[in-house]
C-alpha cells in the first residue's frame, strides 16, 4: 500500500505535523509512506523514521506538470494532506480525468474531508487530530523530535545554560522582543550563574553579538546551528525564551522549559508549541514586555 503525506511547511507547522506523521505510520505500519515538503525540510523529512522516501515540491515552472505525473505513476492508495491550502487542495484536482486516491484534506470532492466547521478555529495540533479522526485514525501522539537531536561536543556547552532564540522572520520585526532586553535577561541571568547560549540564523548575528557583549559567559551560535543541534540543545538547556519562531517548536519538542512571547501578530492559541513546561507570555506590543516578567516564569527571580 503506498501512502502519500503532504507537510509543505513553514518550520513551526512542519514540527507539528510530526505527531500526525506518527499516528499515520502506526495506522500503516506495512506501508510505503512518502512525504512531499519543501527543500527547506527535505532533510528532516528523511531523517524521520514516519517516512520511506522524500518529494520536494519543486514549485517552479513546469513543476506542477512534472508532479501531476509523478502522482499518477506513484498510484498512491490514500492521501494525508496535512497542510490543506488551496495549493495542496490542487493537487488532489490535478489528477482528473482518471481514478484518484482516498483524500484526507479540505480538497473539494475528497473521499475523507475534513469537515468540521470550525477547523480554522482550533490549534494546529487540535485541528490535525481531528482530520485524522475523520480518516478513522483515533490517536495522535504529541510530536516527538528525538530523532534528531544531534551531537553537541563540537559546541563547548556549559553544564548549565539559558537557551535564547531573539530572531524571526524579518518581515515581521512586531513579532521580537527588542533585542536589548534579550541582552538584559541574559545578564540577569548571567548574575546568577547561568550563562546565555544563543541561537538563530545568519541573518541575526547582530541580535547574537548585541546579547553576547552585554552577558559575561555567553555563548553566540547564531548562524552555526542545523535544525537537529537545535533539538538537542533544547534537551539541554535548563531553560529557553524565544519568539514566536520556528527554532523555538524544535527547542519545545527537545524538552526544553519555554518561555514563548507573543506579541498581538499571532495567536497563541492556534500555533503555539505546547509542552507540560511551556509558559506563553502576550502583550500586544512586546516592547511593552519586561524582563522582570520573563525573568519570573524562569524562577531567576
Do not use: C
Request: charged fraction near 20%; proline fraction near 8%.
Amino acid at each position: 500500500m503506498r501512502i502519500l503525506v503532504i507537510k509543505l511547511g513553514a518550520l513551526g507547522d512542519f514540527v507539528q505535523a510530526m505527531g500526525p506523521a506518527a499516528a499515520i505510520r502506526a495506522h500503516h505500519p506495512d506501508a510505503e509512506i512518502t512525504l512531499l515538503t519543501t527543500a527547506s525540510y527535505a532533510g528532516l523529512g528523511r531523517a524521520a523514521p514516519y517516512f520511506d522516501r522524500v518529494w520536494i515540491d519543486e514549485r517552479r515552472p513546469l513543476a506542477l506538470l512534472r508532479l501531476r505525473a509523478r502522482l499518477r505513476a506513484a498510484a498512491f492508495a490514500r492521501v494525508y494532506d496535512l497542510q490543506t491550502s488551496d495549493r495542496s487542495s490542487l493537487y488532489f484536482h490535478i489528477l482528473r480525468p482518471g481514478p484518484r486516491p482516498e483524500w484526507s484534506g479540505i480538497a473539494r470532492g475528497a473521499s475523507h474531508p475534513h469537515a468540521n466547521p470550525r477547523r480554522d478555529f482550533l490549534h494546529t495540533l487540535d485541528r490535525q487530530a481531528d482530520q485524522l479522526r475523520f480518516a478513522g485514525i483515533a490517536h495522535v501522539p504529541p510530536p516527538d523530535l528525538s530523532w534528531a537531536a544531534s551531537d553537541l561536543s563540537g559546541f563547548r556547552l556549559p553544564a548549565k545554560f539559558l537557551l535564547l532564540a531573539p530572531g524571526g522572520a524579518p518581515h515581521r520585526l512586531v513579532k521580537r522582543w527588542p533585542v536589548e532586553r534579550y541582552a538584559a535577561l541574559a545578564a540577569f541571568a548571567a548574575a546568577r550563574g547561568l550563562p546565555a547560549v544563543i541561537v538563530g540564523g545568519a541573518p541575526e548575528a547582530e541580535l547574537g553579538a548585541v546579547i553576547a557583549r552585554a552577558a559575561p559567559g555567553a555563548l553566540d551560535l547564531t548562524g552555526r546551528t542545523s535544525f537537529g543541534d537545535l533539538v538537542a540543545l533544547g534537551a539541554r538547556a535548563l531553560y529557553a525564551v524565544g519568539n514566536d519562531t520556528g527554532p523555538m517548536h524544535l527547542i519545545v519538542a527537545g524538552g526544553a522549559p519555554a518561555t514563548v512571547l507573543y506579541s498581538a501578530a499571532s495567536d497563541p492559541d492556534l500555533t503555539a508549541p505546547r509542552g507540560a513546561r511551556v509558559t506563553i507570555l502576550r502583550r500586544p506590543d512586546l516592547a511593552a514586555l519586561a524582563v522582570e516578567d520573563v525573568a519570573a516564569t524562569l524562577a531567576l527571580g
